[in-house]
């Protein structure tokens, strides 16, 4: 298909913005469910995480970097698929890369055990 014309014509009728339009109205009810459903487990793993860390006694200004380390545990765990020992590994893995940023290895391993029920390999 060297034709330039011809690969022109074949872009628009494979993207028709009315057909795309109408498959994702017919796409955007579940969705929008399965979102708030993720968002809702979201929230709740961010507020058990701000529980280990008011616990812990971490300052309020290093928040961000744990609930990053625990949105990165949420994504391997969610959204990943990973389990058993694998995840273990994963978790640790993790753990150790945000020990070396400068967080405490203690308060990570709470977020681990406490908010993911995630073990130690």
Request: charge should be positive; charged fraction near 30%; avoid cysteine.
């Amino acid at each position: 298909m060297s034709d330039a014309v011809k690969r022109l014509s074949s872009w628009k009728a494979k993207f028709n913005v009315e057909r795309v339009k109408q498959t994702l109205d017919d796409l955007r009810p579940d969705m929008l469910a399965r979102y708030e459903a993720v968002l809702a487990e979201l929230v709740t793993m961010e507020t058990k995480t701000k529980e280990v860390l008011s616990i812990h006694g971490v300052h309020t200004i290093l928040f961000v970097p744990y609930l990053n380390f625990a949105r990165q545990l949420f994504k391997l765990a969610r959204r990943q698929h990973v389990a058993g020992e694998s995840l273990e590994l994963a978790a640790q893995v993790l753990l150790d890369k945000w020990h070396s940023r400068g967080l405490d290895e203690k308060v990570l391993a709470a977020i681990r055990k406490g908010v993911f029920a995630i073990e130690a390999p």
